[in-house]
């Protein structure tokens, strides 16, 4: 069964930068990743994915701020988040469609 473990969560300013990891238990190269985000009081919504042959995707919230890569040698699939905005806070989740991490929290200060 895959493991996925997040990290890389933390409190920063508005206009500053985390690098999210997603840690996966098997091999990344042939699976798709997707990460989401959950606020208080609100939805899951999907932030970014990377499918197999590395086509990124990502919501209009975010485009153009966040950057998601996989580093198949290290099983590891990452979320690089600059410019955040305090409507980025939430839990950060990393999920292969079936499996889900614990989440990692992200908070943005104005």
């Known amino acids: 069964q895959v493991q996925l473990v997040e990290s890389g969560g933390g409190l920063v300013q508005a206009g500053g930068s985390l690098r999210l990891s997603c840690a996966a238990s098997?091999?990344?190269?042939?699976?798709?990743v997707l990460w989401y985000r959950q606020a208080p009081g609100k939805q899951r919504e999907l932030v970014a994915s990377?499918?197999?042959?590395?086509?990124?995707g990502y919501s209009d919230s975010v485009k153009g701020r966040f950057t998601i890569s996989r580093d198949n040698a290290k099983n590891t699939v990452y979320l690089q988040m600059n410019r955040l905005k305090p409507e980025d806070t939430g839990v950060y989740y990393c999920?292969?469609?079936?499996?889900w991490g614990q989440g990692t929290q992200v908070t943005v200060s104005s």
């Open positions: 999920t292969d469609g079936g499996h």
């Open positions: 990377l499918n197999t042959v590395d086509y990124t």
């Open positions: 098997t091999s990344i190269f042939s699976i798709n």
